[in-house]
């Protein structure tokens, strides 16, 4: 039996307690979380905020009571303010100023990420926010509420800023949504793809501003606008959504960290430099089975898992996580794109002899009455044929086919070996000549 300290109990923290827990309750496992609440699903701020749901309340699926029934000792509100390595023994505090001191055997970071805070002039004026908690989907919500607020400036158009746009939208403001690229999701899809959701943006009524860098946000006390390199915004509200950093103050002087971003280096069983430190989720590295190497992608789903991977392993049950793809995926307004692995910009920026192959076709016959156009992407290297990356939009629900690309990438299959698939068709889903069949045979 040993003692576990847990440090960040969100999605990755919760899972690796659970994992612990349920399987291994011989040992002793202590948790520590700052905020007042865990397990929040950020993904429904964008539904809530947009009241494409009514209420928060289903947003939560773990608290301290469930740990706690499962013999855990629970600390939040509660922020781990110093770590002795050497020691073992790390120090925290509680809201009313108390020092815990506890010492563990084998300690598990999953102190998860933060909102990248630009140095931009006006920065700190009331109306400025991120969505990354709870409390700032509270807020915002608030916000969206104010009759006085009528205009919103959202900065980054990635996942963040495009679900936040469409919600402010859908709540009746004005929705500007910024980004210093030329199109949104750069980071996910390529342009041939991502113009059509910038397409989709500016019909639904977001007014798209691609290209543009903010220069600062104006007001007194309270926002009033924002300059860019190309023009001032009457706006009374901007929410910054300009990507994740890790959070790796506690560790990143002892553990080794990834050099890009300070993300804790871990091997396929969330092990750290350190052999008694795990590390999980967004403060972790994730082993790219595109890139066949090392990489940092921020994603619950890849939080969960390598929670479950570090609880079995600091048990004493070897397993090695799959790696990863960064399967992700959107629906703005009815419009759907899901991804995985390298975009072709990715795929050659990473050095491969990276080629691509498209198709565009109905999802069902022609004959069938609910029907929609779906456009496929699949990315692969020109000199092994493995296929890198894959990514599809459509109004149709196309979510489901990016897992078959997604186990294609970890297994290494090649484009010429995805022709011949078994893919089962039956009208009312699909056609016999089916667009993934098709994309692969006219790949060169
Ligand atoms: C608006 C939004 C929408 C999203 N939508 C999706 C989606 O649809 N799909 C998807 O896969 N991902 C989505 N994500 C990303 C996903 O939320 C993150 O990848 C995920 O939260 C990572 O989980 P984590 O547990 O590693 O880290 P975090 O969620 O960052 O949690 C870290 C935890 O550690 C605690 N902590 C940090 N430091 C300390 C300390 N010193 N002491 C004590 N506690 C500490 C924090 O309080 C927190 O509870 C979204 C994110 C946001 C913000
Ligand atoms: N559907 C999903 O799976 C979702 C996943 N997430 C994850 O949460 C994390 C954070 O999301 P985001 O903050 O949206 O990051 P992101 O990486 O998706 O997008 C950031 C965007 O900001 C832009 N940008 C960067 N600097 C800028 C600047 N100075 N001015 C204007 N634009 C700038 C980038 O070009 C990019 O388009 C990501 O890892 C994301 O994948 C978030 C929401 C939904």
């Not at 923290?13 to 929040?40: K, M, Q, W």
């Not at 109306?127 to 807020?139: I, M, P, R, W």
């Not at 903010?214 to 929410?239: A, E, F, R, W």
């Not at 759907?336 to 109905?362: C, H, I, P, Y």
Request: hydrophobic share 40%; aromatic share 8%.
């Amino acid at each position: 039996m040993s003692k576990v300290v847990l440090v960040g109990a969100n999605h990755a923290g919760t899972a690796c307690a659970n994992t612990l827990l349920d399987n291994y309750p011989e040992h002793e496992l202590v948790i520590f979380d700052r905020n007042n609440n865990i397990s929040y699903l950020g993904c429904g701020t964008a539904l809530w905020v947009g009241r494409q749901i009514e209420s928060p309340d289903g947003l939560f699926y773990c608290s301290k009571d469930v740990f706690e029934s499962k013999n855990a000792t629970v600390y939040i509100e509660t922020e781990v303010t110093h770590i002795d390595f050497k020691a073992k023994k790390i120090t925290a505090k509680n809201k009313e100023g108390k020092e815990i001191v506890e010492s563990y055997d084998k300690l598990v970071l999953a102190t998860g990420s933060l909102p990248i805070q630009p140095k931009l002039p006006g920065i700190n004026l009331e109306g400025v926010q991120s969505v990354k908690l709870f409390q700032d989907a509270v807020a915002a919500d608030k916000r969206m509420s104010d009759p006085n607020i009528k205009s919103v400036a959202v900065v980054g158009a990635g996942y963040i800023g495009v679900e936040i746009a469409e919600a402010v939208h859908r709540r009746g403001k004005k929705a500007y949504l910024f980004d210093v690229r030329d199109t949104s999701l750069c980071g996910y899809y390529d342009a041939e793809l991502t113009h059509d959701m910038d397409a989709v943006l500016q019909k639904n009524g977001v007014n798209l501003h691609l290209n543009e860098s903010v220069v600062s946000i104006d007001g007194d006390t309270k926002v009033t606008g924002i300059t860019t390199n190309k023009g001032n915004y009457q706006v009374d509200m901007v929410v910054l959504a300009i990507g994740f950093n890790p959070n790796t103050a506690l560790g990143r002087d002892h553990l080794k960290i990834f050099g890009k971003n300070q993300a804790y280096l871990v091997d396929l069983h969330q092990q750290t430099s350190d052999p008694d430190v795990f590390a999980i989720g967004d403060c972790a590295t994730v082993f790219s089975n595109a890139l066949q190497d090392t990489a940092y992608i921020a994603l619950a789903t890849n939080a969960v898992r390598s929670g479950i991977v570090a609880a079995h392993n600091l048990a004493g049950t070897k397993i090695a996580s799959n790696g990863v793809q960064g399967s992700n995926g959107i629906s703005i307004f009815g419009y759907n794109m899901v991804s995985t692995g390298l975009t072709l910009r990715a795929a050659k920026e990473a050095g491969f002899q990276a080629m691509v192959t498209e198709f565009e076709d109905l999802q069902r016959p022609a004959f069938m009455k609910e029907n929609h156009p779906v456009k496929i992407r699949i990315v692969y290297d020109g000199d092994t044929r493995r296929i890198l990356g894959a990514q599809m939009a459509s109004y149709e629900d196309i979510s489901m086919g990016i897992h078959m690309f997604s186990l294609a990438i970890e297994q290494k299959i090649t484009i010429d070996h995805l022709k011949l698939v078994d893919i089962f068709f039956l009208p009312h889903f699909n056609q016999p000549y089916n667009y993934i069949t098709m994309a692969a045979i006219t790949a060169k």
